[in-house]
């Protein structure tokens, strides 16, 4: 399926690649990238590709959850999605990723938690959709 209509566009660049810089076309990310020591990288201050897609679809998830939730007339007061990102080798050769979401909604009966979160994956987060079939996604109430 395809997207019918861009609403906005992001446009960062990295130059450097894994030990370099990237910034946004608005200036709002600018900042150095570094390696994980995890990964034989010297580590410290900077950030890396995982970091950035661990935020960018636990934010990403988080409004669609509350996008579902509204949809249902279900007020939600707090919630916090916290998005993992792994990193290794996939058979035969280069590296893959694995997401893991914790959905954290306070005070939302556990079943009815699960459906908004069971819709938002499969009906509405762009992230969801980029990653079914590709990516092994495991999202977990909290």
Request: glycine content about 12%; overall charge negative; some cysteine.
């Amino acid at each position: 399926m395809t997207v019918s209509k861009i609403l906005y566009t992001a446009t960062a660049t990295a130059k450097g690649g894994r030990e370099g810089h990237i910034h946004s076309s608005d200036g709002v990310l600018d900042f150095d990238l570094r390696v994980p020591k995890e990964l034989g990288g010297p580590g410290g201050a900077g950030s890396n590709p995982e970091q950035l897609f661990a935020a960018g679809y636990a934010a990403c998830f988080e409004g669609a959850v509350r996008f579902v939730a509204r949809e249902k007339k279900i007020a939600i007061t707090d919630a916090s999605v916290t998005g993992h990102v792994g990193i290794g080798p996939r058979e035969p050769t280069g590296f893959g990723i694995a997401v893991k979401l914790e959905v954290h909604l306070p005070g939302i009966d556990r079943e009815v938690a699960q459906e908004l979160v069971d819709i938002a994956h499969r009906d509405i987060c762009p992230y969801s959709h980029a990653t079914r079939g590709n990516v092994d996604v495991e999202i977990v109430l909290v």
